[in-house]
């Protein structure tokens, strides 16, 4: 028997009723997550340790930063900053807000993509042809003052906990681009700077459990659309990345974040630092959840490949300089995909 689609907007309201995923969940067969082929990380995701970033071996863990992002685009960081009280409480309250009744979580629920604050499901409802077995809240939290009004007031704890994590990741993410920028052989703040304004959205990404997790994804393979992104996750497995042709799972470390590159990066580095492929898949037996920071340019700033990065003899400007909004309408008006959406913004080679 075919499952087919359900009256419900979001996953986690239907799948405890039902033994075979809808058919609008259904992968191709040549699209499907192949599990059994996936390695485990072992040690092919570096772990970096921040704790000397400020110190006299500087130096040497702005070494380990350029390896990680020129050789893997993704890293494991430990020693960050963030305190575990502040990271607790955002698993906590995070999955509270996802065991809340259905007409609570769906008060927030929109499909447009440029809502501040929504609950959706999927990745791009108005575009997916094939559903994602996700829900999920997405909100910008910079500046937090902009938008904590509308952020969820329930649980009661949600804002005061959202805007501690918030603050506390995006300082860390800005000793992030002074590291990276220095590992580029840029001035400290050069990545900053080009960013205008700056913004930060996070997205709360729930995956109930799947009854058939070898034809459906949480998240296709895609790159994300960032400078960089900062990822929490759960102690449950889910995300895998693509490296050196095979799917790599990132088992979760407890209070580490998993960082990776994202299309920005790639654009401001001049392809020295590449965004990469990475996916969620579910399983049978638990919920996951992860929360994203994405760091991005503000919209009215202007993105291109740094200057000093470019010289006429070996390395010349692979992308051309644009208004970054150029690019975020570009990705919001697709589903998610594999293809990079980085090819509309090359350098004319003529
Ligand atoms: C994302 C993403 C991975 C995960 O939200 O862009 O890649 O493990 N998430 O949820
Ligand atoms: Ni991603």
Redesign the pocket.
Known sequence: MVTSATSKLLVSDFDSSVSHIPSNYVRPIFDRPNLSEVESSGDSIPLIDLRELHGPNRTEIVQQLAIACSTYGFFQIKNHGVPDTTIDKMLTVAREFFHQPESERVKHYSADPTKTTRVSTSFNIGADKILNW?D?LRLHCFPIEDFIEEWPSSPSSFKEATAEYATSVRALVLRLLEAISESLGLERDHISNILGKHAQHM?F?Y?PPCPEPELTY??PG?K?PTVI?V?L?DQVS??QVFKDDKWVA?NPIPNTF?V?IGDQMQVISNDKYKSVL???VVNTENE?L?I?T?YFPSTDAVIGPAHELINEQDSLAVYRTFPFVEYWDKFWNRSLATASCLDAFKASTT
Request: net charge positive.
């Open positions: 996700r999920f997205a990404n995956y949480g998240l895609h994300d992104t990822l996750q889910g995300l990132v998993i990776n990475h996916r969620a996951r992860s994203p994405f």
